[in-house]
C-alpha cells in the first residue's frame, strides 16, 4: 500500500497514520504529487504481514464519470512473481455499472470460483465518493459500503499471512487507503 511505497522512498511510515486522514495536521503527509503518484490506478501494493483475524482494509475512492467498472482484489505471493501459475485471489470485489451489480469471486490454484452477486442494493454512483472496508474475520471477509454491511464472503484462501497484496483497476479514482 502507500506504506510500502513511501519505504521506497526512504520514509518511515507506520500502518496507523494511514488509518487517518492525509489531512490530519497531526501527520506528516506526502506533497500532492507524491499522493498521486502512489495512488495511481492501477495499483498494487503490499499489505505488511498479511491478513489476520480482525485486520481490516479500507479503500477510498471517486467512481469516474463514466464507469464500466473496478476491481479490489486481495491477493497471495507477491514475492513470487516468477511463478508459472497465476497467484491465487482470496477475494476479488467487481464493481460492474453495466447490469448495477457488485461481484465476488476468487482464484484458487488457477481456477476462479462461481461469482456471487446477491446485493439489496448497488453501492457506487458515477462521480461521487466511496468506502470500501474489507474486514477479515476468522471464517470470511466482511464487507462495508459507506458505512452499510453489503455481505460476507467465506475464505477460501485459509493461509491468511499469505493474502499480501492490494490490487485495485478499473474506472475509479483512489483518494486513500488504509
Not at 511510515?13 to 502512489?38: H, W
Amino acid at each position: 500500500m502507500a506504506v510500502q511505497a513511501a519505504k521506497k522512498d526512504g520514509i518511515n511510515v507506520e500502518d496507523d497514520l494511514l488509518k487517518t486522514s492525509l489531512g490530519n495536521p497531526g501527520l506528516i503527509s506526502p506533497d500532492k504529487e507524491d499522493i498521486s503518484r502512489l495512488l495511481t490506478v492501477p495499483f498494487s501494493g503490499r499489505i505488511r504481514g498479511g491478513m489476520r483475524p480482525g485486520k481490516k482494509i479500507i479503500v477510498m475512492g471517486i467512481v469516474e464519470l463514466e464507469p464500466d467498472s473496478f476491481d479490489v482484489s486481495l491477493t497471495c505471493g507477491r514475492d513470487s512473481e516468477k511463478e508459472e501459475t497465476p497467484h491465487d485471489v482470496a477475494l476479488k470485489l467487481t464493481a460492474r455499472f453495466t447490469d448495477r451489480q457488485f461481484m465476488r469471486s476468487a482464484r484458487i490454484s488457477g481456477k476462479w470460483t462461481v461469482e456471487e452477486a446477491s446485493t439489496d442494493y448497488f453501492p457506487f454512483i458515477p462521480d461521487q465518493p466511496f468506502r470500501i472496508e474489507i474486514h477479515c474475520e476468522h471464517q470470511r471477509f466482511r464487507i462495508f459500503v459507506d458505512g452499510h454491511q453489503l455481505f460476507d464472503f467465506y475464505h477460501k484462501v485459509k493461509s491468511f499471512t499469505s493474502i499480501d497484496t492490494v490490487q485495485i483497476q478499473g474506472d475509479l479514482q483512489i483518494t486513500k487507503l488504509g
